[in-house]
């Protein structure tokens, strides 16, 4: 279980630029869940994500996952019950490596790495075995550097390495948001798989209103810094991917409003 | 005949430099050049270790552990006080100016008459040289010539091997990667700035250990002999690429090792036919300068002749 409490992260604190990307954020996803995060560029979904990885310390709040507090753990500790996927699909992956190395270095994700090869008999057939659950014909070219895929394969190859250790939760990044409609759709299709397979507690940001609609069995809704929305139960079950439009488009209306009503009052008293 | 085996010889002690430098630039894509300095200072302290009548083999051992801590502390540098990987090396680099001074006492320590690595490595190979002149292709070649040359190559080889087989392991791959896509690493749990001091470290000491081969080799330890060595271990690192065409881990290694050989072997032979000695570091790294520019210049020179045949 995944507990949040009061996220709190000012970027450029002190100066002009000054961004308030997590404006006190708590959250609770229980063991299993899916929830899928979605909101305006800007809104802090990703911020919110990469809190929850450690790319960076937050000023304030708490992160527990599974009853340890890893909020002040360095981003490498928090790999080891934490499975990530990237927006850039180069990202995941080492590219001058072949697939067989990259799928060796997920295979030891948070545990300590000796001096025993990294590739053995048994563990190239199961890589073998587990690429060719991917159905995309990888499993005959292992040792093809991995800088050679597109990136649709290279982020089907990245979500296998989260997921090769049973992570406590998935992180995944916008992780379709720089693929083909068609490279998009199979990711998808690999991720809903994995997920169920494994019942892997998830938090998964999307730009796509329909992803979001889709899969998970939770919607966030993330506006300014905020959870705006937060649907789960029967009420996501009925939610559509133009009741999301529906809920975007009131939250712009209020903010448009709270700058006309500003603008107003500053007219009349300034 | 004496002057190529000289060549070959000294190549092969530069060899475990080149593995060094390809293990920084191209392993870790770290552009360090302590190597400058580590390189002296793995020749100093073997230098002194054996004046002062130390096992050759010990003494450069040793000289490989201070190399390994030079690397280490530029590693330090760049990961722990955030400075520029380039800048953390010149300092180090600098520092170590003053370092082997101290180390050496002087600015030079003869090694004649000691016993060195070469004398033990020519006992070691001498039954299979035998123990009169060697006829090559009716050259002949002094028996002790040929055992220190073929226990050099034993050296350089196994190294490579060991590298070889080091960076085939779990925290082999590791550091490999680090190099590669250091996010990536760090989200499947590995401490990236750690993998940096340890790949340093490493690349160092291989420096450093060149270093004492060469000093025990050329009979002296002289703190200048590390200047323009990162240029050097370069430009056999870029020969090497272009003998072996970029393929595997295993060849690339080889390669690092043939290009050094036959680096230096076209330096012995530019010598021979009346290169200024003075003029070796500019040609060095003209040669290094070419070498980087000239696949960009090769691409666009035939986009514009594409361009022009399409239009």
């Given at each position: 279980m995944l507990v949040l409490t009061g996220l709190r992260k000012t970027f450029h604190a002190g100066t002009p630029n000054e961004v308030r990307a997590l404006d006190g954020v708590s959250l609770r996803l229980a063991d299993g869940e899916f929830a899928t995060v979605i909101g305006t560029n800007g809104s802090g979904k990703s911020t919110l994500l990469n809190a929850v990885a450690g790319t960076f310390l937050c000023d304030e709040g708490r992160i527990e996952l599974d009853g340890a507090q890893m909020g002040r753990w360095p981003e490498h500790k928090r790999a080891a019950l934490v499975g990530r996927v990237f927006q850039n699909p180069l990202g995941g992956t080492a590219p001058q490596m072949s697939i067989a190395e990259n799928m060796a270095l997920a295979a030891r994700r948070g545990l300590s790495r000796g001096l025993?090869?990294?590739?053995?008999k048994a563990l190239r057939a199961e890589i073998a075995e587990r690429v060719a659950s991917l159905r995309m014909n990888l499993e005959s070219r292992l040792d093809t550097p991995i800088g050679t895929l597109s990136g649709g394969q290279r982020q089907a190859l990245t979500l296998l390495m989260a997921t090769w250790l049973k992570p406590r939760l998935l992180l995944l990044d916008e992780h379709t948001a720089a693929l083909d409609p068609k490279s998009a759709d199979q990711i998808v299709r690999i991720t809903a798989e994995i997920v169920a397979r494994d019942r892997l507690t998830t938090l998964m940001v999307t730009h796509s209103m329909q992803q979001a609609a889709q899969l998970g069995t939770r919607i966030l809704m993330m506006h300014r810094g905020r959870l705006a929305h937060d649907l789960s139960g029967d009420e996501r079950a009925r939610t559509r991917s133009d009741d999301l439009l529906a809920r975007f488009d009131a939250l712009r209306r209020r903010d448009q409003m709270d700058e006309g009503v500003a603008a107003m009052l500053r007219k009349q008293h300034v | 005949m004496t002057l190529l085996v000289g060549a070959l010889t000294i190549g092969l002690a530069l060899a475990l430099l080149a593995l060094g430098v390809y293990l920084a630039f191209r392993v870790l894509d770290f552009p360090d050049i302590t190597p400058d300095g580590s390189i002296t200072l793995g020749a100093a302290v073997s230098a002194q270790l054996v004046v002062s009548g130390w096992n050759p083999a010990l003494a450069t051992c040793a000289g490989f552990l201070a190399g390994c801590v030079a690397g280490a502390v530029t590693g330090l540098l760049h990961t722990r006080l955030a400075i520029n990987g380039l800048l953390s090396g010149i300092l180090v680099m600098t520092a170590l100016y003053s370092v082997n001074l101290h180390v050496m006492g002087r600015s030079n320590i003869p090694l004649l008459g000691a016993r060195t690595v070469p004398d033990q490595l020519a006992e070691l190979c001498a039954p299979l040289v035998g123990r009169s002149e060697l006829n090559v292709f009716g050259w002949s070649v002094p028996a002790h010539d040929a055992a220190v040359l073929l226990g050099f190559l034993g050296l350089a080889v196994a190294t490579a091997l060991v590298l070889l087989w080091f960076l085939r392991t779990r925290r082999g791959t590791a550091l490999r990667a680090c190099g590669g896509n250091a996010g990536m690493m760090r989200a499947l749990g590995v401490d990236v700035d750690r993998q940096i001091v340890l790949g340093l470290a490493l690349a160092n000491g291989l420096a450093a250990t060149a270093g004492a081969l060469l000093a025990q080799y050329q009979g002296f330890a002289d703190v200048q002999m590390g200047i323009g060595m990162v240029v050097w271990g370069l430009a056999s690192v870029i020969i090497g690429e272009a003998l072996v065409g970029g393929a595997s881990l295993g060849s690339l290694l080889a390669g690092a090792l043939m290009g050094s050989v036959l680096f230096r072997l076209m330096v012995a032979i530019a010598l021979r036919f009346g290169l200024d000695p003075n003029d070796l570091k500019i040609v060095t790294a003209t040669f290094v300068l070419l070498a980087l520019v000239a696949p960009r210049w090769m691409r666009s020179w035939k986009a514009a002749r594409g361009a022009r045949g399409a239009g």
């Open positions: 025993a090869p990294a590739l053995t | -």
